[in-house]
């Protein structure tokens, strides 16, 4: 079956400028998280929705960043006036939905590498 | 607050034999979830073991077992016979009853070799 797909796998972009990240998660999945990942690093969280609506958006840096979920599957994480230390993959994942940590593995797309230069 | 400790920056095993990825972590949490996933260099993290604080046997999944010491804090991933493409970076993660988030270790370069 398919995986969770993220668009575009690369992207470059200049300084300033604004960028939409995609991820269509697993189906059926309701749960969904985005993570960043620095050269090196583990990922950090950024932020999760249930359905439709952020549940935890505690991870995000500052208020340039945003996401939505408008349909419950589909999201999109949207970067404004971009900065070069934005730089970094950011992975989604998708997860059946919160049931406790015994039943909710989380399972990630293969990431979008954001070059900001 | 969680926290997850892999002290580990680079491992090297031979092919065929066994090697243990140390993981300690930090939680107040009385229900919470302890992961292994696996970084090739390709980049995406693919699940590979997980492992609930109140299983009382240590999970295993094929060649993958994790060696959970609960009053240790500790859950260390154990990959028996290894391959060639289990090179790859590892991290262990956590993940709390209270929160959706995986908090993520630093992670482990595993390298096998021939």
């Known amino acids: 079956g398919a995986g969770v797909s993220q668009t575009p796998s690369n992207k470059v972009t200049e300084k300033g400028k604004y960028v939409e990240l995609r991820c269509d998660p697993i189906?059926?999945?309701?749960?969904l998280y985005w993570y960043r990942q620095s050269l090196g690093q583990g990922p950090e969280f950024l932020i999760y929705f249930q359905g439709t609506g952020a549940a935890d958006d505690s991870g995000l840096p500052n208020d340039r960043f945003f996401a939505v979920r408008p349909e419950g599957s589909v999201s999109t994480l949207k970067i404004q006036r971009t900065e070069r230390g934005d730089s970094a993959v950011y992975l989604c994942?998708?997860?059946?939905?919160?049931?406790?940590?015994?039943?909710?593995?989380?399972?990630f797309g293969p990431g979008t590498r954001l070059t900001v230069l | 607050a969680q926290k997850i400790t892999q002290t580990q920056p680079g491992m090297f095993v031979q092919e065929k034999e066994a090697v243990t990825l140390d993981c300690t972590y930090d939680?107040?949490?009385?229900?919470?979830?302890l992961f292994w996933y696996k970084q090739p260099s390709s980049g995406e993290m693919i699940f590979l073991i997980y492992?609930?604080?109140?299983?009382?046997q240590n999970a295993t999944e094929g060649r993958y077992s994790l060696n959970f010491q609960k009053a240790r804090k500790s859950a260390n991933l154990v990959i028996s016979a290894s391959q060639l493409g289990d090179s790859a970076m590892y991290f262990c993660a956590s993940l709390s009853s209270n929160t959706g988030k995986l908090i993520f270790g630093q992670g482990t370069t595993l390298q096998v070799k021939p």
């Open positions: 189906s059926g999945h309701t749960a």
């Open positions: 492992q609930g604080s109140y299983d009382e």
């Open positions: 994942a998708s997860s059946r939905g919160w049931g406790g940590p015994s039943t909710d593995t989380q399972y």
């Open positions: 939680t107040s949490d009385q229900s919470y979830g």
